[in-house]
């Protein structure tokens, strides 16, 4: 059974950085893309990030770019999402998500983590 | 950016009704690369469609996707309690892979 459990949200002061881990399970780690997708309080979904099952490619969003890194480590099936000069605007539910490729849709998402972002 | 719009913002129907949504490119895209997600209050949301009309794992077969271009539909025939919900369209041919901002469906 496929399973994507989120940590590290946190309550984070404006300015502030924090890192974000999804264990994944269930499935061969290495062979998939992963990404990162927010939702603000009362919002829709804005997708932040990409990266190849080997994690040679990433890209980020352009409202994250320069200051959120995704990364993974396949020794520990798990995918990271580091945040720095974070600000009121990045508070939202954090979802870490498989995809089918690089360029393939969403098939599996976590439960997600909450980080508030205090100004 | 292609940009994916969403329409109607809010669809109020009955059980039993068929419920029509839009989702408009900004410019022409793939429909190998179109899904749609249905995500209800409190969930992470759950794949629906991919590759535009393909239904994923588990989807019962009232729920449909079509469209090409720029134009885009998901079709629920007949509105279960549990399909009250909102729903997103998402492109994934190139990146930045965006999201439409969503439609709600709402009990009448």
């Known amino acids: 059974e496929v399973q994507l459990v989120e940590s590290g949200g946190a309550l984070v002061q404006s300015g502030g950085s924090l890192r974000l881990s999804c264990a994944a399970s269930?499935?061969?780690?290495?062979?998939?893309?992963m990404s990162w997708v927010r939702q603000a309080p009362g919002r829709g979904l804005e997708w932040l990030s990409v990266i190849s099952g080997s994690g040679g490619a990433r890209y980020h969003a352009d409202s994250v770019n320069g200051r959120f890194t995704i990364s993974r480590d396949n020794s520990k099936n798990t995918l990271y999402l580091n945040m720095n000069s974070l600000r009121a605007e990045d508070t939202a539910v954090y979802y870490c998500a498989k995809k089918a490729s690089w360029f393939g849709e969403i098939v599996f998402w976590g439960p997600g983590t909450l980080v508030t972002v205090s100004s | 950016e292609i940009v994916l719009t969403q329409s109607p913002g809010t669809l109020s129907l009955s059980p039993g009704e068929r419920a029509t949504l839009s989702c408009r490119a900004s410019?022409?895209?793939?429909?190998?690369?179109l899904a749609w997600y249905q995500q209800k209050p409190g969930q992470a949301p759950r794949l629906l469609i991919y590759g535009a009309s393909s239904r994923a794992t588990g989807i019962p077969d009232r729920f449909s996707g079509s469209g090409s271009g720029t134009d885009f539909i998901l079709t629920i025939s007949r509105l279960e309690t549990e399909d009250f919900a909102v729903y997103y369209c998402?492109?994934?041919?190139?990146?930045?892979?965006?999201f439409g901002g969503g439609t709600k469906v709402e009990i009448k």
């Open positions: 410019q022409s895209i793939s429909s190998s690369s």
């Open positions: 998402q492109h994934y041919g190139n990146s930045p892979q965006t």
């Open positions: 269930g499935f061969t780690f290495s062979s998939y893309a």
